[in-house]
């Protein structure tokens, strides 16, 4: 079923439970635009949201999982619920976002596996705030929502302005983000060429 709603509405709640059963890291997202409107996020945020904690926690416990999850849930204004969209045993695409914000999952996988301390920390002890930003995927997002009346020029400026967590930039490592955008330019010229 369609949830109907902004993707304004999505959250997501990950955790690391190790063999023992208990619970490492907790740690919980939004999304606040995607492209195209089922794909991946083009703007996510950080927060600690205890309701999404709890649904993640309450079907995690229930399938018994062990080891990295995640999953993602829209609220339906319908009934004020929150509803399973998809869940991921799984490192995500927002992996940047959760390292800087203090979750190294890699980390605790790498601790874990070979059988060295792991360190507890409980959701709201990460850094929360922080934004997840896909630039060009965003602005497509941002048109789209604008058409539909959701967002106009102003806030879309106004949240984009701001510091942010990027999937592929970090200015110690420049070459991945240049060496995608000559790609992209190339492929975009060798279609208007062609």
Same mark, same amino acid.
């Given at each position: /079923?369609w949830i109907?709603?902004?993707?304004?509405?999505?959250?997501?709640?990950?955790?690391?439970i190790?063999?023992?059963? @208990?619970?490492?890291t907790?740690f919980?997202?939004?999304? %606040? =635009?995607r &492209?195209? $409107?089922?794909g991946?996020?083009?703007?996510?945020?950080c927060?600690? #949201?205890?309701?999404?904690?709890?649904?993640?926690?309450? *079907?995690?416990d229930?399938?018994?999982?062990? &080891?990295?999850f995640?999953? /993602?849930f829209?609220?339906?204004?319908?009934?004020?619920?929150?509803k399973?969209i998809?869940?991921n045993? =799984?490192?995500t695409?927002? $992996?940047?976002?959760?390292?800087?914000?203090?979750v190294? *999952?890699?980390?605790?996988?790498?601790?874990?596996?070979t059988g060295? /301390?792991?360190v507890v920390?409980d959701?709201?002890?990460? $850094?929360?705030?922080? %934004?997840?930003?896909?630039?060009? @995927?965003d602005?497509a997002?941002?048109?789209?929502?604008?058409?539909?009346?959701?967002?106009? &020029?102003g806030? &879309?400026?106004? #949240?984009v302005?701001?510091?942010?967590? *990027?999937p592929y930039?970090? *200015?110690?490592?420049?070459?991945? %983000?240049?060496v @995608? %955008?000559y790609?992209?330019?190339?492929?975009?010229?060798k279609?208007i060429?062609?």
């Amino acid at each position: /079923e369609w949830i109907p709603g902004p993707n304004s509405l999505l959250g997501s709640y990950y955790t690391y439970i190790d063999g023992s059963g @208990r619970r490492i890291t907790e740690f919980t997202k939004f999304v %606040t =635009r995607r &492209w195209p $409107q089922f794909g991946g996020g083009a703007f996510h945020g950080c927060s600690w #949201q205890p309701d999404v904690a709890e649904a993640g926690r309450k *079907f995690v416990d229930s399938l018994g999982m062990k &080891w990295i999850f995640n999953i /993602e849930f829209k609220r339906d204004t319908r009934d004020n619920s929150l509803k399973v969209i998809e869940s991921n045993p =799984r490192i995500t695409a927002a $992996q940047e976002l959760l390292l800087r914000s203090g979750v190294d *999952f890699s980390e605790i996988i790498y601790r874990d596996l070979t059988g060295q /301390e792991l360190v507890v920390s409980d959701g709201d002890s990460h $850094q929360y705030g922080l %934004t997840y930003w896909y630039p060009r @995927r965003d602005f497509a997002a941002f048109r789209a929502s604008r058409r539909a009346g959701e967002i106009g &020029w102003g806030q &879309w400026i106004y #949240q984009v302005s701001r510091r942010h967590v *990027f999937p592929y930039f970090q *200015f110690s490592d420049p070459m991945p %983000t240049l060496v @995608r %955008t000559y790609r992209l330019f190339r492929n975009k010229i060798k279609k208007i060429l062609t």
